[in-house]
């Protein structure tokens, strides 16, 4: 039987890049999927489209997860539709302007903060009422990033938001753990996705990346999903309150240029 056969995974910004991968990846490991977007419905069909091509259920709903009320309606649809939610995997996310720190707005800060924190907190935070209310035990993964432990120069803001959200899931393992719930953290380094398109059209810059990889390339999509569906699985009951990085080794090797 497959590993998340009979499960509900909502994966929010799961449109494109990292998100698309990993619900594709959990429907082919048996779960049913609901499909967040904010303003790609294409990437998100095509998303759907992946997800029934794995012989699984897809639902797309369009949310901002920035926005507490569409949070709620994210995961009040997901619930009416399936019936639960079992799985949350927080991927959603910006890296936001690149800039002088001293040269962020409020703006600025903002968009990325509500964002990748606060929308983070918030849609943990109704799913595991909904758990809670159902009598259910369940899994929260968090897509972070490897800067929530290293620099990242003119991304202070970034920073912040990933550093927060590495402390909120450490802490919410503890807090959760006694209601079966766990909660892990999944980072990324440097991945070939649309978020990522400026660097991969510069080729000095790429370059310049790789010396830091020892693995001596980028990531993939691809290369992200597995390690969220293990976490998501019961091969991962005794797990929480961990970071894992998926880099190619670009955190014990990184150097701002």
């Known amino acids: 039987m497959s590993k998340l056969e009979g499960k ?4 929010t910004g799961s449109s494109s890049g990292i998100g698309q991968a990993i619900a594709v990846r959990l429907a082919q490991e048996g779960a049913d999927v609901v499909i967040d977007y904010r303003s790609h419905v ?32 994210l995961i009040n649809q997901g619930i009416q539709h ?33 964002l990748n924190l606060k929308g983070t907190f918030f849609a ?11 009598k259910r035990t369940g899994k929260i ?10 620099a990242f120069p003119h991304f202070t803001s970034y920073c912040a938001s990933k550093g927060g959200v590495k402390m909120m ?9 006694p209601l079966g719930i766990t909660i892990n953290n999944v980072a990324p380094g440097a991945i070939e996705t649309p978020i990522n398109s400026k660097l991969l059209n510069d ?12 693995l001596g390339r980028l990531g993939k999509p691809e290369d992200i999903a597995p390690i969220v569906a293990f976490l998501a699985s019961s091969d991962a009951d005794y797990i929480t309150g ?11 090797n990184y150097h701002e240029q």
């Open 42 to 73: 294409e990437g998100a069909e095509e998303t759907l489209s992946k997800v029934e091509a794995a012989g699984h259920k897809g639902l797309i709903v369009k949310a901002d997860l920035s926005v507490i009320s569409d949070i709620r309606q």
């Open 203 to 214: 080729p000095e810059k790429l370059r310049s990346l790789l010396k830091n990889i020892p």
């Open 141 to 150: 993964i968090n897509i972070s990033s490897t800067h929530e432990e290293i």
């Open 8 to 11: 509900v995974a909502l994966v």
């Open 169 to 177: 899931m450490r802490n919410l393992a503890v807090e959760l753990g």
């Open 82 to 114: 399936f019936g639960k939610i079992d799985i949350l995997v927080n991927n959603a996310g910006i890296d936001g302007r690149n800039a002088d720190f001293w040269d962020i707005t409020e703006a600025d800060y903002d968009a990325v903060l509500n």
């Open 242 to 252: 961990a970071t894992f990085y998926v880099d190619g080794g670009l955190s014990r």
């Open 124 to 134: 943990t935070q109704a799913i595991v009422q909904h758990l809670i209310e159902s």
